[in-house]
């Protein structure tokens, strides 16, 4: 899926998430989630693929292992969630960090 949720408002955005997780639980299915939103990625998924820029190269696999099923409200809570989404943040903007330097 590519940017799935991203037209929608916030809470049906939160809505479709659970939605997803529910129906990937349910069934056993995996998915491939493309997303800009650290913050959808680290909820929904079971490992995170961090890219570069154009021309895009992988920077990291990033495992995720919060507790299952998750919760918009207390996943997000979580110190472990907290740290995976600062840990792939910090992967996104060093290297645009580094090119505002040169």
């Given amino acids: 899926m590519d940017e799935p949720f991203a037209s929608v408002d916030a809470q049906t955005r939160a809505d479709l998430e659970d939605l997803v997780a529910t129906l990937r639980d349910r069934f056993g299915i995996t998915m491939v989630l493309v997303t800009h939103d650290i913050d959808e990625s680290v909820y929904l998924s079971d490992r995170v693929i961090v890219l570069s820029r154009s021309p895009s190269t992988v920077l990291a696999q990033v495992d995720i ?33 580094r090119e505002a330097h040169h």
């Fill in 65 to 97: 292992e919060l507790p299952r099923p998750r919760d918009q409200i207390k996943t997000k809570a979580m110190q472990q969630f907290v740290e995976k989404r600062s840990e792939i943040a910090q992967m996104i903007r060093r290297p645009v960090d």
